[in-house]
């Protein structure tokens, strides 16, 4: 059953992928669809969900929100990492590797796998408890096809890159669902991932993704897009709620 329940994330995730290819035509408008996107995930989602998962606190912190400053540091030295790199071989720094981008897009297809887990824990609980947690995964896995497509492009990766990329994090919450069957995973290490995952979430969003959406449209429509993506995620995870 809890499956069959991930069924609608896998088809829903394939959808966000879909719209996002298909409106490239509008580039900027999804560039700042997807960092709204991103956004409200990170703030209204993931680390309430950390910090209330993770608990306790390392040396007067929450446990949650160290790992989130600790992925946003992360993927900021890995972007610099690669740009020295980049600028010892007379490469311009400033040029997106398709590493990272892949990179990214692999841990939103982890980030799925945890949803699909999700959907199993909450069915071994009780049927009314897997119910709301399979109606919050499968509305924002649509934000999470779209941002793994878009994410995936936007450093440069080919198209049939980009729509690998989009099937394994199809299939991430079916595997999730099924693994749940075979082993289960402390809560606490699950608000540590989500803590982790936060940061380097909100670090692309908000050095690339939102940047490249107003670079050559810095339009009043893009900004919006902006306010609806975190805007919808409010709104899934309010019904959730």
């Known amino acids: 059953m809890p499956v069959v329940i991930a069924l609608g994330a896998f088809l829903m995730t394939l959808i966000g992928g879909w719209v996002a290819h298909r409106v490239t035509d509008r580039r900027h408008l999804v560039l700042g669809l997807a960092g709204g996107l991103m956004l409200g995930v990170v ?9 209330e998962a993770a608990g306790g606190e390392i040396h007067g912190v929450p446990a949650a929100l160290l790992c989130f400053v600790l992925g946003f540091l992360a993927a900021h030295a ?3 990492l690669l740009a020295v790199r980049k600028a010892a071989h007379g490469m311009d720094p400033e040029e997106r590797v398709p590493q990272v981008g892949l990179t990214a897009a692999a841990a939103m297809v982890v980030h799925s796998f945890m949803d699909g887990f999700a959907i199993g824990l909450a069915y071994q609980v009780g049927r009314e408890m897997a119910v709301a947690v399979a109606i919050a995964v499968i509305a924002h896995d649509f934000a999470d096809g779209f941002n793994t497509y878009t994410i995936t492009s936007l450093y440069g990766n080919a198209r049939n ?10 299939l991430a919450p079916l595997a999730g669902a099924a693994s749940t069957l075979l082993f289960t ?57």
């Open 161 to 170: 890159r980009a729509l690998t990329m989009l099937g394994a994090d199809a």
């Open 78 to 80: 890995v972007e610099r």
């Open 185 to 241: 995973l402390p809560e606490q290490w699950l608000g540590i991932y989500l803590g982790f995952f936060g940061g380097v979430l909100l670090y692309l969003a908000t050095s690339d993704i939102l940047p490249e959406a107003h670079h050559d449209h810095p339009a009043l429509s893009t900004l919006l897009c902006t306010v609806a993506g975190v805007g919808f995620i409010w709104l899934v995870v309010g019904l959730a709620a």
């Open 43 to 51: 703030g209204l989602d993931l680390l309430p969900e950390a910090l």
